[in-house]
């Protein structure tokens, strides 16, 4: 069954096909480790981990790279102030930037591990590959493409008749009101690939080169990287749909000086995850970390289902509602899936139907909306089991390791339980349903067996 996928270069939906039949290359710009993610920033890596399976599932073999962004991002799109690495540092009290870094790493990997998304064939930092960026810009300088200033040196984006095509940029119109600080720099979509460090003081991460002593701009990295660990033309590179105007539209821009490629034949940018209709960002008030939501009551595979009920690219709202939503759903679906029994076999009739959803670029509503379809459905229970273990290795949802909990149960939900047994017993079964479906809100799960009725919290 074909793959249909979103391609930002092309603006359009069109059929994936991957160009070598060994691996399917996918480059995923990974997180700035100067500060924890937060929620936003984890949306956007559950989306490229959704691809990711989805396209193990067609059966394709995925070498996956992530990059630890750990040097050379400026706290200014236009290439001006001051590296966020080193404003990380003077922030925690002159703590070593390179300890910084290390420990946000790994605070960022268990955040991926709790939310279930795959380990990467790869993670590569920029610090690790500076040899590599150097050789990149040599490249790209010898090719005629560069020009020194007094802080650095410059890609000269003149040079190129499409640069921006990317994101459709009005490149006379930034011209005529540049919205970046010119500096030296001849145009304002120019930008740094190798910054000097300051004359009059020592920066924690700074390297020789052949231009000066200094350390590589943002953009350089991935594309370094990127060519080394995939090729310089590869199937699917993502991000943020913030990285499109200005890093993603840069990183081709190199590519296209140093190899005459786009890098990626798919670019592909998950949406922005919204707090009041505003982009949720590190330095703003609404700033949420993973552990802010498991410290909250709520299991981070509930995030892991809101985000599954909208399409990547569209951007979510969150609230605290939402995810409750989200926490009752899942509790309900892993009842029902823990209460099947073992030994049936996948539905393929259902399996295909899955396929395509997911294969209509990734469409996981349409594809949560189809299980639950199966949830309610004809099909034998040990089937049902089967068949949703098959489509959770696109969901991710780990369904086979959750496990109810027993625990002490509350008054108030014994009460509810004694109500909900009378009103069966009066054989009053709307009014049953409702309760049963409150305590289930509340947490806890009642299973009517051949041996009785019991209730028990799930987790």
Same mark, same amino acid.
């Given at each position: ?8 270069? +092309? ?33 956007? &890596? ?20 992530? $990059? ?7 706290? /200014? ?19 070593? *930037? ?11 990997? @268990? ?48 040079? +190129?008749?499409? &640069? ?59 594309? *370094?990287?990127?060519?080394? !660990?995939? /090729? ?30 786009? *890098?990626? $034949?798919?670019?592909?940018?998950? &949406? ?9 960002? %590190? ?9 802010? @939501?498991?410290?909250?009551? !709520? ?28 926490? #009752? ?6 009842? /029902? ?8 076999? @996948?539905? #393929? ?9 997911? $294969? ?15 949830? %309610? ?15 959770? #290795?696109?969901?991710?949802? *780990? ?21 909900? #047994? ?14 049963? %479906? ?5 947490? &806890? ?15």
């Amino acid at each position: 069954m074909q793959l249909y996928l979103y391609d930002t270069w +092309q603006r359009e939906t069109r059929a994936f096909e991957p160009l070598n039949a060994e691996y399917v290359g996918l480059y995923c710009c990974g997180p700035t480790v100067y500060d924890y993610a937060h929620i936003g920033n984890l949306r956007t &890596y559950m989306f490229e981990d959704t691809l990711r399976r989805v396209l193990e599932f067609n059966g394709f073999s995925v070498r996956h790279v992530v $990059n630890i962004t750990d040097v050379g991002h400026l706290v /200014s799109d236009g290439d001006d102030g001051e590296d966020k690495m080193e404003r990380g540092s003077r922030r925690a009290g002159g703590e070593s *930037a390179w300890v910084l870094a290390d420990r946000y790493t790994a605070a960022f990997q @268990v955040d991926m591990r709790a939310l279930n998304n795959l380990e990467p064939t790869l993670w590569c930092r920029a610090t690790e590959h500076i040899a590599e960026q150097i050789d990149f810009i040599a490249n790209i300088e010898a090719k005629g493409f560069t020009y020194r200033t007094t802080d650095g040196i410059y890609f000269d984006s003149s040079q +190129q008749d499409d &640069y921006g095509y990317l994101a459709r940029l009005d490149l006379a119109g930034l011209q005529a009101g540049s919205r970046v600080e010119m500096g030296e720099k001849h145009h304002p979509t120019d930008f740094a690939l190798w910054k000097f460090s300051p004359l009059d003081s020592q920066r924690q991460m700074e390297w020789n080169s052949p231009w000066g002593r200094g350390f590589p701009g943002w953009h350089i990295e991935c594309s *370094a990287m990127s060519s080394k !660990y995939l /090729s310089p033309w590869f199937d699917i590179h993502c991000g943020g749909e913030d990285h499109v105007a200005v890093h993603h539209t840069n990183e081709i821009a190199q590519s296209q000086a140093c190899h005459g490629t786009r *890098a990626a $034949n798919f670019w592909m940018h998950g &949406y922005f995850l919204q707090l009041d209709n505003v982009k949720m960002s %590190k330095s703003g008030s609404d700033f949420l970390r993973l552990q802010t @939501v498991i410290d909250r009551g !709520y299991d981070p595979m509930a995030y892991r289902y809101l985000n599954l009920s909208a399409h990547y690219r569209k951007q979510l709202s969150f609230s605290w509602e939402a995810l409750d939503s989200a926490q #009752q759903a899942l509790m309900r679906l892993r009842v /029902s899936y823990f209460g099947w029994p073992q030994g049936g076999e @996948v539905d #393929q009739a259902f399996s295909e139907a899955f396929l395509r959803e997911v $294969n209509q670029d990734l469409n996981t509503p349409r594809a949560l909306a189809l299980v639950w379809s199966l949830v %309610k459905g004809s099909l034998s229970n040990a089937d049902k089991k089967a068949t949703l273990r098959h489509c959770d #290795q696109v969901l991710g949802l *780990a369904l086979d390791s959750w496990q109810p909990v027993e625990a002490i149960i509350p008054a108030e939900v014994m009460a509810l339980f004694e109500t909900r #047994q009378a009103a069966r017993k009066a054989k009053n079964w709307q009014e049953a349903d409702a309760l049963r %479906k409150r305590i289930l809100e509340l947490g &806890y799960v009642i299973e009517d067996g051949e041996h009785g009725v019991t209730i028990k919290a799930v987790s």
